[in-house]
């Protein structure tokens, strides 16, 4: 598990028809930038593995009953799953935490997935 900080949890108030608002992981640009590099480089690991098998490349651009989207009857694929958290941290915009869980499911039980502590528990 890789451990990354963050400064602040934001968490948006929900949109009309939603439950809950959308919550945002606020990070400073230091570490943004090292969990951005560290995602694209497994994500590269992932897909360099998944193009060796032809079963897992079939099962990686397959929607997941795991990853349900919003909208009934809709799941994410392993490859949506990387290449949206990818594409948000690209514009070097905030990732929800939802991205961060999907990813973490994603990867459940490797060194792949993510620790979120917050700033003030780094050691110096």
């Not at 897992?56 to 997941?64: D, G, I, K, S, V």
């Amino acid at each position: 598990m890789a451990l990354f900080y963050y400064k602040k949890m934001l968490t948006l108030d929900p949109r009309p028809g939603m439950k809950s608002g959308t919550t945002y992981i606020k990070q400073s640009q230091e570490e943004y930038l090292r969990l951005r590099n560290w995602i694209a480089h497994i994500a590269q690991d992932i897909v360099g593995i998944v193009e060796l098998d032809p079963d897992l490349a079939a099962w990686f651009t397959r929607p997941q009953a795991d990853f349900r989207k919003k909208r009934r009857g809709e799941y994410y694929s392993p490859e949506e799953i990387i290449t949206d958290i990818l594409h948000q941290m690209s514009l070097g915009r905030d990732v929800p935490e939802a991205m961060i869980g999907r990813w973490n499911r994603l990867c459940a039980g490797t060194p792949w997935q993510i620790d979120l502590e917050p700033m003030h528990q780094a050691k110096h």
